[in-house]
């Protein structure tokens, strides 16, 4: 707290005029701030809670950490499948786990402190910044002028409308890390990406999980099949999930558990169920963008709750002033899109730039064993826009790498437009997908076909070699059978 919000913070005198005000000190808005402060741009960057913002205080960071330590524990009741024999079993020090994620937590915060950006030359204000005309912005009453804006406000935690929700004492992403005795019966309401990160995480340190979604499927922006796979590693380690289930009700009762209603969804027919003995409630049904207290009204910013600030391509607002970066007014949110987003805007804001973040090519991640990334459509997305594609499917059970570490689970699946070699797409499930999906990112950002990729030397063993495999897989397609029998003849008349 003392790096992310200082107690005895002063806030400067104002200049007379800023050539950025920065409403927001998340990812995007401190990459705004210290690209265009180093540029030589006079910047102000307002905060009206934590510096860091959700990645840093609430959301990456604590998560993968806690992550860790659940991989940890598993790895030790694994252990026996690679000859190594634990004496006794290994316990979970859930106090412990939960100290060490708030210590890595303050550990990595001074790169986002209030201080750190004040040394870079930037004029940090803490405290509520709301627009009050389209040139101004006022902080604790005092009021900052610029010539350009961007918000940076990024996205909360979606509470449902769920009867009797508020009076339990549930749990979001954002409060979970607060926990200092472990939870015994764990309900999660959702099975998105931060709940089933947080599922598997929780069960495999030893608490009993069941997910509610509404949705039949897990993960349904993924591809289907890689959603799958994940689905059942999660009930392996022990979560439980009911799928196509609407909550209706969460209520406390006096011996102190929780009581969940719900109404499963199948095809016409509906039927309704209930489950109780949960201690403890976690949300994780989404998360919405905060325009709430801003002033947009005011600035001439058109938004809307569900959207967030409505942008261009090029990120501007319905004031041409005003831009916006980050989950407040992107599809994509994560920190790397919230990061790239900032600096489309620092040269289009600053320096009359006309970079599009429709040619961006964001990957996305979700940190399960095994974990799940892609990047550009899936099959499901090209077939709902018409887009004709061909999949190249390498399976990680066929990889040397793969067999020798006992990760061989999942595959890499890459599409190409048919008829050509243009990926389009590609989704990785399994260990260490979220790395290998840069290479995948690296070839579409570059218009490095797959049959291209087959050429690529990767080491041996490498997990890495899946992407190759699928290169070799595409360039056998071109050994038709004219080829093959013009190369016969060839052959032939060459003996």
Known sequence: MEQVRPANWVNPVPASRYNLVVVGAGTAGLVSAAAAAGLGARVALVERHWMGGDCLNTGCVPSKTFIRSARAAAEMRAAARFGIRIPEEATVDFAAV??????????????????????????????????????????????????????????RAVIPDVRGLAATGFLTHESVWSLTEQPRRLAILGGGPIGCELAQAFARLGTAVTVFHSKPSILEKEDADAAAVVRVALERDGVEFLRGVRVE????????????????????????GSREGFDTLLVATGRR????????????????????????????????????????????????????????????????????????NIPRSTYTDPEIASVGLTRQEAGERGIAVTAFQRDFKDVDRARTDGVEEGFVRILVATGSDRIVGATVVGSHAGELISELSVAMSGGIGLGRLANVIHPYPTLAEAIRQCGDLYNRTRLTPTVKSLMARWLAWTR
Do not use: W, Y
């Open 98 to 155: 939960m100290a060490r994620v708030r210590a890595l937590r303050a550990g990595i915060s001074p790169h986002d402190s209030a201080r750190r950006f004040r040394d870079l030359g930037v004029d940090v204000f803490l405290g509520e910044g709301r627009f009050c005309s389209g040139d101004t912005l006022e902080v604790n009453g005092q009021k900052l002028r610029f010539r350009r804006a961007v918000i940076a406000t990024g996205a």
């Open 249 to 272: 009700s969460a209520v406390r009762q006096t011996d102190g558990l929780i009581h969940i209603g719900f109404r499963s969804e199948s095809g016409a027919s509906s039927s309704a």
């Open 289 to 360: 963008p905060n325009v709430a207290g801003l002033g947009l009204e005011a600035a001439g910013v058109a938004f809307d709750e569900l959207r967030g600030v409505h942008v261009n391509d090029r990120l501007q607002t319905t004031n041409p002033r005003i831009f916006a970066a980050g989950d407040v007014c992107l599809r994509h949110q994560f920190t790397h899109a919230a990061d790239f987003a900032a600096r489309i805007v620092v040269q289009n804001a600053l320096f009359l730039g006309r970079k599009k973040a429709s040619q961006l």
